[in-house]
């Protein structure tokens, strides 16, 4: 395989404009995609604003920054990515979609192309089957904000080829970051240990252990967590966990992972979390408290 020299990422959300950032900051030419030019637009001036906060706080150089810059372009093309030698894929979690676009991809790329999924949940075996290449297909899951958290986990498949999972988890020590091999269940590591922590906090409540606050506090002094389990859930976003959750219950059919029907609820009404300014708590005052939903 070839030396990485040029990435591709695939989706300008928050997790995807994140994965650009890492990769321009590290060195590599960065090209981002983007369904359309509104959203490209709002992909490149976030990362921009990131960098240019980084600047203001004496966190990064000026000239720094703008090399970065230099080495990130965008694009709502993907034709513009046949030439990339990592694509990687942070779009909408709906394996039908990934699958449609890595579709598309693999007709268009060179062979020595590798594929990376950031999904949080979804097989990536099933992903890099529905490639001509499901042994140069990895899994690799960064953590959000991306600029900020150290961990990548690195998934590898039972089709994954030992050079590519090497590639792929050297790639992600040059970003900076932590890697962590994992194999290919849904969760991995970090969400297969955290979903059900969040999930039978909420069941907690639903119980009556205690109120949404003391549950909080005591998870968070009790066990030197930084935040509580329902500050964490509405951070992640409800929608978020309720959608891991689903996936997760369907492939492994046990209690721990259903979404209990309090968060399903919660999803129903809209209450997502922090980007939707309520969830268990309600954001819209100088502080949070705990929202009328579940009070």
Do not use: W
Request: hydrophobic share 40%.
């Amino acid at each position: 395989m070839s030396e990485i020299r040029k990435v591709g990422v695939v989706g300008g959300g928050l997790m995807g404009r994140g994965i650009a950032q890492v990769c321009a900051a590290a060195g590599y030419e960065t090209v981002v995609r983007e369904v359309n030019e509104e959203l490209l637009g709002g992909c490149l001036e976030a990362i921009g604003r990131q960098l240019d906060r980084a600047v203001e706080k004496g966190k990064l150089d000026a000239d720094v920054r703008d090399s970065t810059l230099g080495r990130l372009s965008g694009t709502v093309s993907l034709d513009d990515l046949a030439d990339c030698d990592l694509v990687i894929e942070a779009i909408v979690e709906n394996i039908e979609a990934k699958k449609d676009l890595l579709g598309a991809l693999d007709r268009q790329n060179p062979e020595h192309t590798i594929f990376a999924s950031n999904t949080s949940s979804l097989t990536v075996t099933e992903m890099g089957a529905s490639t001509s290449r499901p042994d140069r297909f990895v899994g690799l899951h960064f953590f959000n904000p991306v600029p900020v958290m150290k961990l990548v986990e690195v998934v590898r498949t039972g089709s994954t080829s030992q050079e590519t999972f090497d590639r792929a988890f050297a790639f992600a020590k040059s970003l900076g970051k932590v890697p962590v091999a994992c194999r290919d269940n849904s969760g991995f590591i970090v969400n297969r240990l955290l979903v059900p922590y969040m999930l039978d906090a909420i069941r907690g409540y639903e119980e009556g252990i205690g109120s949404i606050e003391d549950i909080d506090t005591a998870m968070q002094l009790g066990t030197g967590y930084p935040m509580g389990p329902f500050v964490l859930g509405d951070f992640v976003g409800l929608d978020t966990l309720y959608y891991i959750a689903e996936i997760m219950f369907d492939e492994y059919r046990e209690r721990r992972f259903a979404p209990p029907p309090l968060l399903k609820r919660m999803y129903l009404a809209g209450y997502f979390g922090r980007k939707a300014g309520k969830g268990f708590y309600d954001y819209s005052g100088d502080e949070p408290v705990v929202s009328d939903f579940v009070r």
